[in-house]
């Protein structure tokens, strides 16, 4: 329990600092930028209470929020990806989060990449809708999401590959 | 009774999850209604004093451009003080009699690339900055000071769409909206231009100090472009900004000491 606790306190506040003082200057191509703190939503421990996921999640979607000056979108971003959590294990995982002998340490990195791809594109999709908030410019919505996406996902992946403890 | 707790417990997450998610919901609402989010800003003494601490290392980086350009003020300041000593009076020195109050403070966190952008500057309420004080830099306009903290204060830049001020034609008096379409950090808009104002390409639009925020003839930017909107009858103007709203550093706070006496000439 002390252990599960100070893994992922350091997580969030390793997660928000990266995300405020790098991830959001990048700008790429003026408006492109990658929000990789959401893995600390996707990695949370799966064998954790339910309650506390979406708790964490609103935290850190709400500290985000404090540092770019921007409302709720964050917090109303993680907070649905964080309920809507159980349905996507069980989509990119299958029998193996059935039997709840899943471990992100110890999957095949296909299912993990389907599993970080759909949390991603739900997230993004959220977050840009809450932030532009106006179906006039859903054309602008789209384009946020899509090369937004692409970018969280190839930074998410590099992560994941980086901090996975036992390599193949 | 019973039922209903049995209910409660048997959906908390679902609860929970709706509860903290419109709680967001309405965070996120107040913060497109202009001067009206509350809670979430980065204005406090946390995310502050971290962007202070990140800013004093990534300052040094843009040390000589930011100097280059305080320099160039400096010139121009100076070559309008000499020029016009012969003529100037005694009395135009007198700071306290002037109607607009200059302080200067840093940029330390910029931000261009969502639709509701923020600045973060260093100075707050024990500068005696507050709401609504305009913010320059020496090429044009930068926003509106929206919440302060001690140290803090953050400001609503003209790329915001919530955003909204008073600006006008150099040639004419013509005046209209300056807004923002979340499209090209380097291009804002100009609506609310009669039809009948002779406008053309290159023109200078200036701030018409219509507001009390701004005094009169701060440079904004050049016309770009233009054509009238749907109903005819009012022209959309696509302006370019003199200030490149992706590198800003020294910051000037305009405050005007004579607008209590205008808003409650106007309240009356």
């Given at each position: 329990?002390?252990?599960?606790?100070?893994?992922?306190?350091?997580?969030?506040?390793?997660?928000?600092?990266?995300?405020?003082?790098?991830?959001?200057?990048i700008?790429?191509?003026?408006?492109?930028?990658?929000?990789?703190?959401?893995?600390?939503?996707?990695?949370?421990p799966?064998?954790?209470?339910?309650?506390?996921?979406?708790?964490?999640?609103?935290?850190?979607?709400?500290?985000?929020?404090?540092?770019?000056?921007?409302?709720?979108?964050?917090?109303?971003?993680?907070?649905?990806?964080?309920?809507?959590?159980?349905v996507?294990?069980?989509?990119?995982?299958?029998?193996?989060?059935?039997?709840?002998?899943?471990?992100?340490s110890?999957?095949d990195?296909?299912?993990?990449?389907?599993?970080?791809?759909v949390?991603?594109?739900?997230?993004?999709?959220?977050?840009?809708?809450?932030e532009?908030?106006?179906?006039?410019?859903?054309?602008?919505?789209?384009?946020?999401?899509?090369f937004?996406?692409?970018f969280?996902?190839l930074?998410?992946?590099?992560?994941?590959?980086?901090f996975?403890?036992n390599?193949? | 009774?019973?039922?209903?707790?049995?209910?409660?417990?048997?959906?908390?997450?679902?609860?929970?999850?709706l509860l903290?998610?419109?709680?967001?919901?309405?965070?996120?609402?107040?913060?497109?209604?202009?001067?009206?989010?509350?809670?979430?800003?980065?204005?406090?003494?946390?995310?502050?004093?971290?962007y202070?601490?990140?800013?004093?290392?990534?300052a040094?980086?843009?040390?000589?451009?930011?100097?280059?350009?305080l320099?160039?003020e400096?010139?121009r300041?100076?070559?309008l003080?000499?020029?016009s000593?012969?003529?100037?009076?005694?009395?135009?020195?007198?700071?306290?009699?002037?109607?607009y109050?200059?302080?200067?403070?840093?940029?330390?966190?910029?931000?261009?690339?969502?639709?509701?952008?923020?600045?973060?500057?260093?100075?707050?309420?024990?500068?005696?900055?507050?709401?609504?004080f305009?913010?320059?830099?020496?090429?044009?306009?930068?926003?509106?000071?929206?919440?302060?903290?001690?140290?803090?204060?953050?400001?609503?830049s003209i790329?915001n769409?919530?955003?909204?001020?008073?600006?006008?034609?150099?040639?004419?008096?013509?005046?209209?909206?300056?807004?923002?379409?979340?499209?090209?950090?380097?291009?804002?808009?100009?609506?609310?231009?009669?039809k009948?104002?002779?406008?053309?390409?290159?023109?200078?639009?200036?701030?018409?100090?219509?507001?009390?925020i701004?005094?009169?003839?701060?440079?904004?930017g050049?016309?770009?472009?233009?054509?009238?909107?749907?109903?005819?009858?009012?022209?959309?103007?696509?302006?370019?900004?003199?200030n490149?709203?992706?590198?800003?550093e020294?910051?000037?706070?305009?405050?005007?000491?004579?607008?209590?006496?205008?808003?409650?000439?106007?309240?009356e």
């Open positions: 329990m002390n252990n599960f606790l100070s893994v992922n306190s350091a997580r969030f506040i390793v997660l928000v600092l990266i995300q405020a003082l790098l991830f959001n200057n700008n790429f191509l003026g408006y492109i930028n990658p929000y990789p703190y959401i893995l600390f939503v996707a990695f949370f799966v064998k954790s209470n339910r309650t506390i996921i979406i708790l964490a999640s609103f935290l850190i979607g709400l500290i985000t929020d404090m540092f770019l000056d921007s409302g709720g979108i964050h917090a109303a971003a993680c907070v649905f990806i964080a309920y809507v959590r159980p996507l294990l069980k989509f990119s995982f299958g029998t193996m989060y059935e039997h709840h002998h899943i471990k992100f110890s999957v990195f296909g299912s993990k990449l389907t599993y970080i791809i949390l991603v594109i739900l997230h993004h999709i959220i977050l840009f809708s809450l532009i908030f106006s179906l006039m410019k859903i054309i602008l919505i789209l384009k946020k999401t899509l937004s996406s692409i969280t996902i930074l998410s992946s590099i992560i994941t590959i980086i996975s403890r390599p193949k | 009774m019973q039922q209903i707790i049995n209910f409660i417990i048997r959906n908390k997450n679902f609860l929970l999850f903290l998610f419109s709680i967001s919901i309405l965070f996120t609402v107040q913060s497109h209604s202009y001067h009206k989010s509350k809670f979430i800003n980065s204005a406090n003494f946390l995310t502050g004093g971290i202070n601490s990140a800013n004093n290392i990534s040094y980086f843009s040390l000589k451009s930011q100097n280059k350009l320099s160039e400096n010139k300041l100076k070559s003080l000499y020029n000593k012969s003529i100037m009076k005694k009395e135009h020195l007198d700071s306290l009699n002037a109607p109050h200059f302080s200067n403070a840093q940029v330390i966190r910029n931000s261009y690339s969502a639709t509701d952008n923020i600045i973060l500057i260093n100075k707050g309420e024990n500068d005696s900055i507050k709401q609504d305009g913010v320059i830099t020496t090429q044009g306009i930068v926003g509106i000071v929206d919440k302060t903290s001690g140290h803090f204060a953050t400001v609503i790329l769409t919530t955003s909204s001020i008073s600006a006008q034609l150099k040639k004419t008096n013509h005046f209209g909206t300056l807004e923002w379409d979340a499209k090209n950090p380097a291009i804002v808009q100009l609506t609310d231009i009669p009948i104002a002779n406008v053309s390409v290159g023109d200078t639009i200036i701030t018409s100090g219509r507001s009390s701004f005094p009169k003839d701060i440079k904004i050049l016309i770009e472009n233009y054509k009238l909107d749907a109903a005819e009858n009012y022209y959309e103007i696509n302006v370019r900004l003199f490149d709203m992706t590198n800003l020294h910051v000037y706070i305009i405050e005007n000491t004579k607008k209590p006496e205008v808003t409650n000439l106007l309240n």
